[in-house]
């Protein structure tokens, strides 16, 4: 159905109570309508004039009753939850939250380096982009994260359940393809003996749990089932990684900070003076700090685009009294991943 078509229910009440029922009974009974197992595909070039099949943007139009569910019960009453009690205290993450913006964590980056050099800190920055975090994303551990953080079982089963059946179409200037491709047919989840943890999954979601990769690029829902998912993926950092920590002058105040993130660009911070554990040289936590985002990433579906990532050194040289940027080409540095 078009937008234009709602449009015109608004002026119909009988119609807006039959819309209203038809989301509360999907809701309610994990059962999606077959409007809402259609999507069409637009691919987009990320090169103009050169549509490479690797550089190429999926662009979804989905049931606009749909994404309004899933606005209102991810969009809306997940995220006043999350930030009613502070769930996501752990992580600096700037993307699809009330009162926050994407050049919030620019300027918190820029202070940090205005930081770094008037208490003359070594350290080191990581910044990495995933590949395809939407589409890479697992569905699944984004309908338990989703529960962690306070989102209703019904829902969860129904965003899988949609996964499952979804049927996507290709539109492209010649019309819409005959054909279709989706999860059903070659999506099915392994499970182990009784008592195993994924049959402790499949008998809370049934037989809805599959290994689908991704949560519907331009849906409603996308982003804070990425939040779902990064929340854990950046608490593990917190327990492993040494990070950054800015003193006060008088040491009465002491700020520990991880990074920041806006959605899946990822600003991580190590430096030297730390005191919350080993502390390690730059190039060493930095080295120690890409590795195990990289693999934290992979666990929960995703993986670092490296043509998209760089790192930085920011060390310090005295003379007669006087501190100074140390040049590159005089503190080399080299980081490796282990794939």
Not at 10 to 23: G, K, N, Q
Not at 111 to 127: G, H, K
Not at 245 to 258: C, D, G, M, Y
């Amino acid at each position: 159905m078009h937008a234009g078509h709602y449009r015109a229910a608004l002026h119909d009440e009988c119609l807006i109570e039959f819309e209203c029922l038809e989301m509360n009974f999907a809701l309610v009974y994990s059962i999606p309508p077959n409007r809402w197992l259609l999507a069409l595909q637009f691919l987009l070039e990320k090169i103009p004039g050169r549509p490479l099949i690797h550089r190429l943007r999926i662009i979804q139009l989905l049931e606009l009753d749909m994404n309004i569910t899933f606005k209102l019960i991810w969009g809306r009453r997940l995220v006043w939850n999350i930030e009613d009690n502070n769930l996501m205290e752990d992580t600096l993450q700037f993307g699809a939250r009330p009162n926050r913006c994407a050049i919030s964590a620019v300027l918190l980056k820029v202070v940090t380096y205005d930081l770094i050099r008037q208490l003359i800190i070594s350290a080191a920055l990581f910044n990495n982009d995933a590949v395809g975090a939407y589409d890479r994303m697992l569905a699944i551990l984004a309908a338990i994260s989703g529960r962690r953080l306070g989102l209703p079982e019904s829902a969860a089963k129904l965003h899988l359940a949609i996964l499952r059946m979804m049927r996507f179409f290709v539109r492209t200037a010649y019309g819409v393809s005959p054909g279709f491709y989706g999860n059903a047919d070659c999506l099915s989840f392994d499970l182990p003996g009784p008592g195993g943890y994924n049959s402790n999954l499949t008998a809370w979601f049934g037989d809805t749990v599959t290994r689908a990769y991704g949560v519907l690029q331009c849906s409603s829902n996308g982003p804070l089932c990425w939040h779902s998912v990064h929340l854990p993926a950046f608490q593990t950092l917190n327990a492993l990684t040494p990070g950054l920590e800015i003193q006060s002058a008088n040491n009465s105040l002491i700020l520990p900070r991880k990074g920041e993130a806006f959605a899946d660009d990822t600003d991580l911070w190590v430096s030297d003076n730390t005191t919350t554990c080993i502390s390690l040289a730059p190039s060493e936590g930095l080295q120690q700090l890409a590795q195990r985002w990289h693999r934290v990433l992979r666990c929960i579906g995703g993986d670092l685009g490296l043509h998209k990532c760089f790192w930085t050194f920011v060390e310090f040289e005295w003379c007669n009294g006087r501190a100074s940027y140390v040049p590159i080409e005089d503190s080399p540095h080299t980081v490796w991943l282990r794939t």
